[in-house]
């Protein structure tokens, strides 16, 4: 695991965008798996920069999206499809038929994630995956559970995670109880995974993921076996490491 604490949230993003960035300059057809939730927001808005900028370019970029709700209509503001259409995909010139994300309305939600799996593979699987991670040490929504999951499946979610969501919803009667997520497994067969995590909220999940136990009761701990991980974190979400443990970054104009 190669570990880096940046000053702020703000330079976590820039780093982060800047991987994704290098990563679909030296192969443009890569295939992104991509996240939701308030952490890679910033990263995404680097990303559109980039893109006007003319460093960028999505027309030959694959994406896949680790997870969504379950019975959350696709033009519901708190989807996941329409997060990803407003924090990315309708700021870029990414092909639509590219676009991957679990349809969690299927009638058939077996089928929907044998299916996803499936496309997975048939695009050569994941260059690199992006993760956020919850309090508790979810990646996609892969709770604490007692055997880690392989493929893509419909998770029933904790109410520790739906408290943490309520936010975005008017109350937490709101917040779906099921999801579809990508499993553990199918996470790490990403050939590269960048985990992002930001706020002190954070600190004691990353903590477990880079020192605890291997166990699905932290989901995030199967990284510890995965062999090309980068987590950018900010100072908050590092508090509970040692300065051993990773490489400090600043804004160069600040330090020189
Ligand atoms: P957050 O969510 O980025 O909104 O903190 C992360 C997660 O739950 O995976």
Do not use: W
């Amino acid at each position: 695991m190669r570990i880096i604490v940046c000053d702020n949230y703000d330079l976590l993003s820039k780093k982060a965008a800047q991987i994704i960035g290098s990563q679909m300059i030296l192969e443009p057809k890569s295939v992104l798996g991509l996240a939701t939730g308030s952490t890679p927001i910033g990263m995404y808005r680097n990303l559109i920069k980039m893109y006007e900028e003319g460093l960028i370019d999505f027309s030959k970029i694959t994406t896949f999206n680790l997870d969504e709700y379950y019975q959350l209509p696709i033009d519901n503001d708190q989807s996941y499809h329409y997060f990803m259409d407003e924090n990315l995909f309708n700021h870029v010139n990414i092909n639509r038929e590219n676009i991957h994300i679990p349809n969690g309305m299927s009638d058939d939600i077996e089928a929907e994630c044998t299916l996803y799996e499936e496309m997975i593979d048939n695009n050569g699987g994941i260059d690199i995956q992006v993760l956020g991670i919850g309090n508790n040490a979810h990646i996609g929504f892969n709770e604490p559970t007692i055997n880690f999951n392989k493929g893509t499946h419909i998770v029933t979610l904790e109410e520790s995670t739906r408290e943490a969501n309520a936010r975005f919803f008017n109350s937490i009667d709101e917040v779906p109880t099921k999801a579809i997520t990508m499993g553990t497994g199918s996470i790490f067969k990403s050939k590269k995974i960048l985990l992002l995590a930001s706020g002190k909220n954070k600190a004691e999940a990353i903590y477990n993921t880079v020192h605890g136990k291997v166990t699905p009761e932290v989901p995030s701990s199967i990284l510890q076996f995965h062999k090309d991980v980068i987590i950018i974190l900010d100072k908050e979400a590092a508090s509970l490491l040692n300065e051993d443990d990773y490489e400090l970054m600043s804004e160069f104009t600040k330090t020189k």
